[in-house]
């Protein structure tokens, strides 16, 4: 079985800083993908970025970036320059070879403070 | 712009009743999924279909039905209405040929069953 883990229910950010939100994952599976989205309170889920577990460097879109720790199988998403617009609810997903759909975390709420 | 419509966005509906909720998409990809989504529990897979004559069971699929009536439409139904499947619901698409396969979802469906 696929399972993905986001331990921070909640958090807060002062604007301008950084912040990690974390994410581990469990599969026996030894090729897999790593995703993260973010569902604004209008409610829609939008794609962040992608990570492949045979990928030699860590993703980078903008001013998110996933620091990818195969070993601790965790798929940590940072956010440089938080910004008010990045409040939102931030979901970690994970697509394992063999399996047909993702598995989501329970999700983080990420809130920056001005 | 190729999109995944979900109608209807708000539904409330009464214990016992039969419902469906309607998925479209206009990004011509075979791989249809629903999911819905509890807070604090994040996506659960209900159905998911790679094409037309294909349905298979999630996670949660108990009380659920589904149709995939063409490529483009995927309906969910609701046989029998409970309280707690009072969620919101959405409906995804993807592309198994591209680099990564991410989801791309529709508006979701506000579901209250009283």
């Known amino acids: 079985a696929q399972k993905i883990t986001q331990t921070q229910p909640g958090m807060f950010v002062q604007e301008k800083e950084a912040v990690t939100l974390d994410c581990t994952y469990d599969t026996s599976d030894p090729s897999y993908g790593l995703f993260w989205y973010k569902q604004p309170s209008s409610g829609e889920m939008i794609f962040l970025i992608y990570q492949g577990s045979y990928d030699q460097q860590n993703a980078t879109e903008g001013r998110y970036s996933l620091n990818f720790q195969k070993a601790r199988k965790s798929a940590n998403l940072v956010i440089s320059a938080s910004q008010l617009g990045d409040s939102a609810m931030y979901f970690c997903a994970m697509r394992a070879e063999g399996r047909r759909a993702l598995t989501f975390g329970s999700g983080t709420r990420l809130q920056v403070q001005p | 712009d190729a999109d995944v419509t979900q109608t209807p966005r708000n539904r409330i509906t009464k214990t016992g009743k039969r419902i469906m909720l309607e998925c479209s998409q206009t990004k011509g990809h075979d791989r249809m999924y629903w999911y819905r989504q509890d807070p604090g529990l994040g996506l659960r897979l209900i159905y998911y279909s790679f094409d037309v004559k294909d349905i298979n069971k999630g996670e949660i699929s108990d009380g659920y039905s589904v149709s995939r009536q063409a490529q483009a439409k995927f309906s969910l139904s609701l046989e029998s209405a409970i309280p707690n499947q009072t969620a919101l619901y959405f409906c995804?698409?993807?592309?198994?040929?591209?680099?990564?396969?991410?989801?791309?979802f529709g508006s979701g469906t506000q579901l209250s069953v009283l």
């Open positions: 995804a698409t993807s592309d198994p040929d591209s680099t990564n396969e991410k989801l791309f």
